[in-house]
């Protein structure tokens, strides 16, 4: 992933919507994906076609959260978003979590804990937070958000948002922040997780492992923005996901989306003992279940 802190003087990168011409022209990733879809939906050209998947992560996961939030297409019901261990996420609001304290300073990501916690959300304080003039600029939030082909009401597209199909899903074995495990002494350095499923023969279930402390952190964004919305890219979506839930279902901005999220539309997914393992988490059992068994008698794309 490799991710830095974004500066707002410099062109949007690919995966916040960024034009992909060699000087910050052109079209961008998310016009790309909207022809894409536009011609799978075509029933002439393939009339069996019932359900899209769109699916990335890392980067990847970045990049379909932003679509899922500013694609042009309809909310439409056979188009599904998931959105795998992403760095950050962009927020409806300048609101970000409360991150609760921990115990023991090793254990700042526990997986356990982060699943049962019910965060609460507020704006965070100018004279402790080092980045309040940019944390909710555009890619962590939505201030000053343009996207190249002109649009700025950002708030439009909330509305849409909510009834989207959106499945987060979140590596309880990403819960790595290399800085922080090596200045406190967490950590001794193991092997990875991609060594371990690449020497595997028998199949993805055999490389699964218990081990969830890396020194490996596989790029995370640590940057004042990015550590304002968690610890680590599985806090990260737990927390983004009640956000999500909250901003929508609260009395605050109900008029924004003209009603609840329906049912199921947001929901979390954990696959549990993977870490920032791309071919881990998208051959679980958990992603298969929930992306294509679903649609066992359906042809998907």
């Known amino acids: 992933e490799n991710v830095t802190s974004h500066n707002a003087h410099s062109p949007l990168p690919w995966y916040w919507g960024g034009a992909t011409g060699p000087r910050g022209d052109g079209p961008t990733l998310f016009d790309a994906f909207d022809s894409m879809i536009t011609t799978l939906l075509d029933r002439v050209k393939y009339p069996n076609l019932e359900r899209i998947v769109v699916v990335g992560h890392s980067a990847g996961g970045q990049f379909v959260q932003r679509y899922a939030m500013f694609t042009s297409l309809p909310p439409i019901l056979s188009v599904h978003y998931y959105v795998a261990n992403p760095s950050s996420l962009m927020y409806l609001d300048s609101t970000r979590p409360v991150l609760y304290p921990t115990s ?56 849409m948002y909510a009834r989207r199909q959106v499945t987060y899903l979140a590596g309880s074995g990403d819960t790595c922040d290399h800085t922080k495990l090596i200045g406190l002494g967490c950590c001794k350095k193991d092997a990875s997780f991609e060594e371990s499923f690449e020497g595997k023969d028998n199949g993805f279930e055999a490389g699964r492992h218990e ?58 997914l954990v696959v549990d003992g993977v870490g920032h393992v791309g071919c881990g988490m998208l051959q679980s059992k958990e992603f298969a279940s929930a992306a294509l068994m679903q649609a066992s008698n359906k042809r998907t794309a």
């Open 104 to 159: 023991h300073p090793c254990l700042f990501c526990h997986p356990e804990t982060i699943m049962q916690t019910r965060y609460t959300f507020r704006i965070p304080s100018p004279s402790t937070t080092p980045c309040f003039t940019s944390y909710n600029s555009y890619g962590y939030g939505i201030e000053s958000a343009t996207i190249s082909n002109g649009k700025e009401a950002i708030r439009d597209s909330l509305e």
């Open 211 to 268: 081990e969830r402390c890396h020194t490996d952190d596989k790029g995370l964004d640590k940057s004042c923005e990015a550590a304002l919305q968690g610890r680590c890219r599985f806090e990260r979506l737990h927390a983004y996901a009640q956000h999500v839930e909250m901003f929508f279902n609260g009395d605050v901005h109900q008029v924004v989306a003209e009603g609840k999220i329906p049912q199921g539309h947001h929901r979390v």
